[in-house]
């Protein structure tokens, strides 16, 4: 079992940068794969990125590719996700969530089975 909880968010102007972080709590944080994803008003939750166990494998959305970098840290048990060039298109809650079924990439939300609470980040133009 994993508990995750998210920071980081905020308001930005359209250009700016956050980072996002999940603090992630349990002794198997290392044997999760780990996403980020968002969700905008009346829109469903999309992926944005994600993360394999170790590390060594990432992926990114084609609407945040080259914006966004996603990593871990196994030690400290936290995963991030840094936003660069923001949009107003970015702004959503922003979610963390864990795995345990592997990496596969890019995998639905539905197969994700640990989930923050959430972090709004908000993007002005």
Same mark, same amino acid.
């Given at each position: 079992?994993?508990?995750?909880?998210?920071?980081? /968010?905020?308001?930005?102007q +359209?250009? #700016?940068?956050? *980072?996002?972080?999940c !603090? &992630?709590s349990g002794?198997?944080? $290392?044997?999760?794969?780990? /996403?980020?994803?968002?969700? +905008?008003? #009346?829109?469903? *939750?999309e992926?944005? !990125? &994600?993360?394999?166990?170790?590390? $060594?494998s990432?992926?990114?959305?084609?609407?945040?590719?080259?914006?966004?970098?996603?990593?871990r840290?196994? !030690?400290?048990?936290?995963?991030?996700?840094?936003?660069?060039?923001l949009?107003?298109?970015?702004?959503?809650?922003?979610?963390?969530?864990?795995?345990s079924?592997?990496?596969?990439?890019p995998?639905?939300?539905t197969?994700?089975a640990?989930w923050?609470?959430?972090?709004?980040?908000?993007?002005?133009?």
């Amino acid at each position: 079992q994993v508990q995750l909880v998210e920071s980081g /968010g905020g308001l930005v102007q +359209a250009g #700016g940068s956050l *980072r996002l972080s999940c !603090a &992630a709590s349990g002794r198997t944080f $290392s044997s999760y794969a780990m /996403g980020w994803f968002r969700q +905008a008003p #009346g829109k469903e *939750r999309e992926f944005v !990125a &994600a993360i394999s166990w170790s590390g $060594s494998s990432t992926y990114c959305a084609d609407s945040v590719k080259g914006r966004f970098t996603i990593s871990r840290d196994n !030690a400290e048990h936290t995963v991030s996700l840094q936003m660069n060039s923001l949009r107003p298109e970015d702004t959503a809650v922003y979610y963390c969530a864990a795995t345990s079924r592997g990496w596969d990439g890019p995998r639905p939300p539905t197969q994700y089975a640990h989930w923050g609470q959430g972090t709004q980040v908000t993007v002005s133009s």
